[in-house]
């Protein structure tokens, strides 16, 4: 999955889905995955965002509900997640002709509450009535917040949010391989993805999201009136050596959601809610997958036309030499 931005020099932003970038060069992110987990009043949100870029600094900004922990984070967690949720594929094979040619498939006022630095990133927790410490702890990075962020992070702050800026250490290079997995925990009454943001992007925003808890987890769409997270996978998952990153987590068996969706940035309005679904019942998506078969008919017609002369080739001379004899 690809999550979009686009920064084109200082201070020019883009989103991915759950908060936005300012970068000093050129920088997209290509990819976005999620693992929400919830435990009680804590959730604990584990990131993994790739870019491509030239960038050797960037900001990264995620709007909290409280005061958050951080750390770095496995990115090899995703892989497991990945085997374990991945749909059921059905093949169904459509024959083509002997060129290749067939049928298509159809459709198809500011302050900063705490200070770290955590492996090659130096994180900050930003509290205010308004973007001005955003801004502020920007211009103190060498970076300049753009306008439109700003706007947009300014409802979040009037909720008594906070605003974890995220900067990349010079001394850990470009940005061209990706960002080191981040995961933040803070407490929350109402679980969330906070999605906001995405709305200032220029290209659409596509996320996976992960969510494990006690129970199946019902999540809201960020985006109404257009396209909405596709339920993937549903089930209760149990401590495993063949995945022990996730088995960490699972003391007991717990539940794991998983959804992917694309949105557009013109229909983002709200974050994503997250919430207990009223079943456990287990799920697993299928998808169709088509295998392109060669007929058999273009390589047997001419053997089965040789076959037929030769026979009638043999009738013949022996119908000749038949009525020689006679």
């Known amino acids: 999955m690809a999550a979009a931005l686009a920064a084109t020099g200082p201070g020019v932003s883009g989103a991915c889905a759950c908060g936005a970038f300012v970068a000093d060069q050129k920088l997209r992110a290509q990819q976005e995955t999620a693992l929400v987990e919830l435990d009680g009043r804590t959730e604990s949100i584990t990131l993994a965002v790739q870019a491509s870029s030239t960038a050797d600094q960037a900001a990264f900004l995620m709007p909290v509900p ?31 002709d002997g060129d290749g040619a067939g049928g298509a498939p159809p459709g198809s006022g500011a302050t ?3 200070h770290v630095e955590v492996g090659p990133y130096e994180v900050a927790q930003l509290a205010g009535t308004d973007s001005t410490a ?86 809201s769409n960020p985006a109404p009136g257009g396209g909405a997270l596709d339920l993937v996978f549903a089930g209760q998952v149990r401590a495993d050596a063949a995945y022990p990153l996730l088995s960490r987590s699972l003391a007991a068996p717990r539940y794991l959601t998983r959804y992917d969706g694309e949105f557009a940035p013109s229909r983002i309005t709200d ?44 009738g013949g001379a022996v119908w000749r030499r038949r009525r020689a004899k006679g």
């Open 134 to 219: 955003v801004a502020d702890w920007l211009t103190d990075n060498d970076f300049t917040l753009p306008e439109a962020l700003g706007d947009a992070l300014d409802p979040y702050l009037d909720e008594g949010w906070l605003v974890v800026a995220v900067r990349l250490a010079p001394k850990s290079g470009s940005l061209d391989d990706g960002l080191p997995p981040m995961r933040l925990s803070f407490q929350t009454d109402s679980p969330v993805y906070p999605m906001r943001l995405s709305a200032t992007a220029e290209y659409d925003q596509p996320l996976r999201l992960y969510v494990l808890a006690d129970h199946r987890m019902d999540i």
């Open 66 to 96: 409280a005061r958050a922990e951080f750390g770095l984070a496995d990115g090899a967690i995703f892989t497991e997640l990945d085997q374990l949720t991945r749909p059921t594929v059905e093949w169904r094979e459509v024959v083509v």
């Open 271 to 314: 974050d994503v809610r997250i919430t207990r679904a009223a079943t456990d019942e287990p799920y697993r998506a299928t998808v169709v997958m088509t295998r392109y078969v060669q007929s058999v008919w273009p390589t047997l017609l001419p053997l089965l036309a040789g076959v037929a002369l030769l026979a009638v080739a043999v």
């Open 112 to 114: 900063v509450v705490d």
